[in-house]
């Protein structure tokens, strides 16, 4: 085969995987003040057995952000972190965020916060990560600040 073919196919190749979206590479575990998480997107635990994400109750046309058991027949919520301030269905610029005080945070589309950690000396360096026994935990300078 001709060399300029295969570096041809190769450059395009790297170009396509370079710019997929990062859920079809690989399972994300974690937002970081840079990596938010998007109504339409979940994150994963490491270990393939937890899943976290924004969900609905039937036709209840609010949606909450938990933790539910991956890949089982019967759905299974684990964890809820907007119980009290459900979030319209149809709002779909919703985002789980570190804010810039590093606590995490659920914001709806007009920017408003609708759920927060709400604690207090953490830094921009924060992130949470869903672990592969089931907790999220916020993690400042790679310290845990609290399992949510």
């Known amino acids: 085969m001709n060399s300029h073919i295969s570096s041809a196919i190769l450059s395009s190749f790297f170009l396509f995987y370079n710019l997929m979206p990062s859920q079809y590479c690989s399972a994300v575990d974690a937002i970081t003040p840079t990596q938010v998480l998007k109504q339409e997107q979940t994150?994963?635990?490491?270990?393939?057995?937890?899943?976290?994400?924004?969900?609905?109750?039937?036709?209840?046309?609010?949606?909450?952000?938990?933790?539910?058991?991956?890949?089982?027949?019967?759905?299974?919520?684990?964890?809820?972190a907007n119980k009290e301030t459900p979030i319209s269905a149809l709002d779909s610029s919703v985002v789980l965020t570190i804010g810039s005080d590093g606590n995490l945070m659920l914001v709806d589309g007009?920017?408003?916060s609708v759920w927060s950690t709400n604690l207090s000396a953490l830094s921009n360096n924060s992130m949470a990560v869903l672990l592969d026994d089931g907790n999220f935990v916020l993690k400042d300078r790679g310290v845990p600040m609290a399992e949510l």
Do not use: C, M
């Open 110 to 112: 007009k920017q408003n």
């Open 43 to 80: 994150l994963t635990s490491s270990g393939q057995t937890f899943e976290l994400g924004l969900f609905s109750l039937g036709n209840s046309g609010k949606n909450y952000v938990g933790v539910w058991y991956k890949d089982i027949s019967v759905p299974t919520i684990v964890w809820v």
